[in-house]
């Protein structure tokens, strides 16, 4: 289960156990959906309009810019920087998850979760996934200058891109980017949260008991939806997050078109809307909602499955 439960306190998992399936979930979901993250990345940061139209426009379709990245970087370009993003799945899911049924369980003391349970699982959701973005925004950075940069390479290594950014651009470098992801996590993590609450209880109603196989099909399909909603409801703030995220680092891009610097997110906003127009707002949202729905969907269904398997480990033993 998700989050905590006042009517199923033998089934309620540890706070370790919660932030060890919250880890693994997002291990595994990190393997799983990498080649999409670095597709949508390179969609959210060219300049140029995502159409064959525009003959300057080095990718314009999920299928050809998959083709052209395996042509020119090879297969390992899709897990470019792997290591920090699953650094940031592992630390991010066992914070989130973690500060989620410490949160959930607190309204329930406050005894005012029943009456509100959408609310109560939206502002939850938004604080958890904001403690967790706090804790592990900084390798989110590396993790797009990785994804972003091109060939040759301008970080060899992690240890590289942290010493490079250090000295070039100073400690707040690794904090580039965090106000429009704040502003954009807490509701989208909200709505994945209320969301799947929400769309298992409606997968309840709809399939009754009689006709339900497993748990396991509801979980990924509810999460998978949950993912859609909250992404499309937020994902301007997204993509102005990964261009502040790329400040400074200019020369790596240039190979991929044409570049820009931003002030912060108000002229991000600006430029992004006189230069591109409103469809710029929403550029990369194909393969950023395919993403969503596997990751949120993986996600929830791993962490279920973990959460369920400590519970019969544990009822096994006693």
């Known amino acids: 289960m998700v989050g905590y439960d006042p009517k199923a306190d033998d089934r309620n998992n540890s706070k370790f156990e919660v932030a060890v399936a919250g880890s693994v979930s997002g291990l595994v979901t990190r393997v799983l959906i990498s080649p999409l993250d670095v597709i949508k990345i390179r969609f959210q940061l060219q300049i140029e309009h995502l159409s064959r139209s525009d003959p300057n426009a080095k990718y314009h379709g999920i299928l050809q810019a998959g083709k052209r990245i395996l042509q020119e970087e090879g297969p390992a370009a899709f897990w470019k920087g792997h290591i920090p993003a699953q650094l940031l799945s592992i630390g ?91 502003i954009a996590i807490f509701p989208y993590a909200g709505l994945q949260f209320s969301c799947y609450k929400s769309l298992k209880r409606a997968y309840d109603w709809a399939i009754p008991a009689d006709g339900k196989q497993t748990g396991n099909l509801k979980n990924l399909l509810c999460g998978s939806g949950a993912g859609l909603i909250s992404k499309t409801l937020t994902y301007p703030l997204d993509l102005f997050k990964k261009r502040l995220q790329v400040g400074g680092f200019e020369h790596a891009r240039a190979a991929f078109g044409q570049v820009r610097s931003y002030r912060g997110l108000l002229d991000c906003t600006k430029q992004v809307l006189h230069e591109e127009g409103t469809h710029g707002f929403f550029k990369g949202l194909s393969p950023s909602l395919l993403k969503a729905a596997l990751s949120t969907g993986f996600v929830f269904f791993w962490y279920e499955f973990f959460c369920n398997l400590f519970h019969c480990m544990k009822k096994e033993s006693s």
């Open 92 to 182: 991010y899911g066992a914070v989130q998850f973690l500060s989620f049924q410490l949160l959930t369980e607190l309204v329930h003391q406050a005894s005012v979760y029943e009456t509100h349970e959408f609310s109560a699982h939206f502002v939850c959701g938004g604080l958890s996934a904001c403690a967790a973005t706090l804790a592990v925004h900084p390798v989110d950075v590396l993790r797009t200058r990785f994804a972003a940069q091109g060939e040759p390479r301008v970080y060899k290594t992690l240890q590289d891109a942290v010493v490079t950014m250090y000295r070039t651009e100073g400690p707040l470098v690794f904090y580039k980017g965090l106000a429009p992801t704040l």
